[in-house]
Each structure stands twice: as C-alpha cells, then as structure tokens.
C-alpha cells in the first residue's frame, strides 16, 4: 500500500512564496499522476494542481494558475508545489494524492489510490 508524505507547510505573510514536498513510500511513484488539492477552514477540499506521469502535462486550478507551479522527480519519488504570490485565500490543509488516471484526478473519483495527511499553510494578510 503507498503512502504519501506531505512537507513545507508553514506561517508566511501575503506576497510571500513556499514549497511543498511530497514523497510516495510503498510503490512505484512512476506509475501514478499526481495531485495536489487544500482544504480552507470550513470549506470542503478542492483541486489545486495535477501533473502527468512523465510530468509533461499539467493542469490547475483557476484560482492558483500563474502563481503555483507542479512538478515532479521520478527519481527521488517527490512531487512539489511551488506557491508564489501566496495570499490570505489560500489558507488551509494542503494535500497530495496519488492517480492512475491523470484524466479524473481533479474530481476525486476512487482513482485515487492514496492521499497524504496534509500540511499546514498560513498566509497572514
């Protein structure tokens, strides 16, 4: 069974940027498109980004596009979110998951093989 680790959270002001790692434990990462999706205080989950298995196909959210960044190293079996312009809306559990269906990934079908516990990100206005 994979697991999945998320890492990077944190407190930052608005305007300022932060990374999160996730590493897949337990299987092959190179078999799974990934996701990564957040959870704001009192609001359901919601996709943010998704990447291909060769990482040559990516897709986002409207609300984080031209800010976040995916991207994947199949060598180190890590996917990253790089967040830049954060502001106080994206507050919340940030969350990654594992696919083998790259297609469906942003409407959380059973697809989805793995989700991580989740990090926390903070952004102060």
């Known amino acids: 069974q994979i697991e999945l680790a998320e890492s990077g959270g944190g407190l930052v002001r608005g305007g300022d940027s932060l990374a999160l790692s996730c590493v897949l434990s337990?299987?092959?990462?190179?078999?799974?498109?990934m996701g990564w999706f957040r959870r704001a205080p009192g609001k359901d989950r919601e996709f943010v980004a998704k990447?291909?298995?060769?990482?040559?196909?990516?897709n986002y959210a409207d609300s984080v596009k031209g800010r976040f960044t995916i991207s994947r190293d199949n060598a180190k079996n890590t996917v990253f979110l790089q967040m830049n312009s954060l502001k106080s809306e994206d507050t919340g559990t940030y969350f990654c998951?594992?696919?083998?269906?790259?297609?469906?990934?942003?409407?959380?079908?059973?697809?989805?093989?793995?989700w991580g516990q989740g990090t926390q990100v903070t952004v102060s206005s």
């Open positions: 990447i291909s298995i060769s990482g040559e196909t990516t």
């Open positions: 998951a594992a696919s083998r269906v790259y297609a469906t990934i942003e409407r959380m079908t059973s697809s989805i093989r793995s």
């Open positions: 337990g299987g092959t990462f190179s078999l799974y498109a």
